[in-house]
């Protein structure tokens, strides 16, 4: 089966900028999460669809981070204004209800 | 609040001695509990996982993790590492069901000739 896309792979960006990441998550995974993984940390949960309603983003920066999931299938996840404290892995994941998650390759946020 | 804590930041250990990574967790109630694997740029895989039932539970590339409910701890065990076994290892915890995992700060494995 393929597995989570996303895009761009690499970023590089100068503060107050704003970018924006894309997820196409496995064929038929109802849920999508997008986690970020700053450095020497682990992933740390942003946003949590399922299908194309928002389950959980109590630990989304509001203020600067917007994430959506219109069709209940693709994925954008939001900076803007992007802060130096922003620069990141961002991380796409899918499963299917209490399945593991399957992640993406990530993209790697660099803020300037 | 929920927490995954990993007690090693950077473990080194030679080819063929054997590999004990520390996991606890503070949940209550009912936990599924996961060991994710990063190799040097790729994605997050999965190696093992628990949901119930025998609390030994035995994963990919010779991996295994004991589930010790008393003490909150999943540790994964290898009794030989290899040198490819080089990788960023992830506890991850969750609440049973469709909700989002808990990651510990990961532990960096270096394995030396």
């Known amino acids: 089966e393929a597995g989570v896309a996303q895009s761009p792979r690499y970023k590089i960006i100068e503060k107050r900028q704003s970018v924006a990441f894309w997820c196409n998550p496995i064929s038929g995974h109802a849920t999508l999460y997008w986690y970020q993984q700053i450095l020497g940390q682990g992933p740390k949960l942003l946003i949590q669809f399922q299908n194309n309603g928002v389950v959980d983003d109590s630990q989304l920066p509001k203020d600067r981070f917007s994430a959506e999931r219109l069709k209940g299938v693709d994925s954008t996840l939001k900076i803007q204004p992007a802060k130096l404290e922003d620069s990141a892995v961002y991380l796409c994941a899918s499963s299917v209800f209490d399945s593991p998650l399957h992640f993406g390759n990530g993209t790697r946020l660099t803020v300037t | ?113």
């Open chain 2, 1 to 113: 609040a929920q927490s995954v804590s990993q007690h090693n930041h950077h473990v080194i250990l030679s080819e063929a001695a054997s590999l004990e990574l520390g996991c606890n967790y503070s949940y209550g109630g009912t936990v599924n509990l996961f060991w994710y694997v990063q190799y040097p740029g790729q994605h997050l895989q999965l190696l093992l996982k628990y949901f119930s039932g025998d609390p030994l539970v035995k994963g990919i590339k010779g991996f295994e993790a004991e589930f010790i409910k008393s003490k909150f701890s999943f540790n994964l065990r290898k009794p030989s590492v290899q040198w490819s076994d080089t990788a960023e290892y992830f506890c991850a915890v969750r609440l049973s069901g469709n909700t989002p995992l808990v990651f510990g700060k990961g532990t960096r494995l270096s394995v030396i000739a």
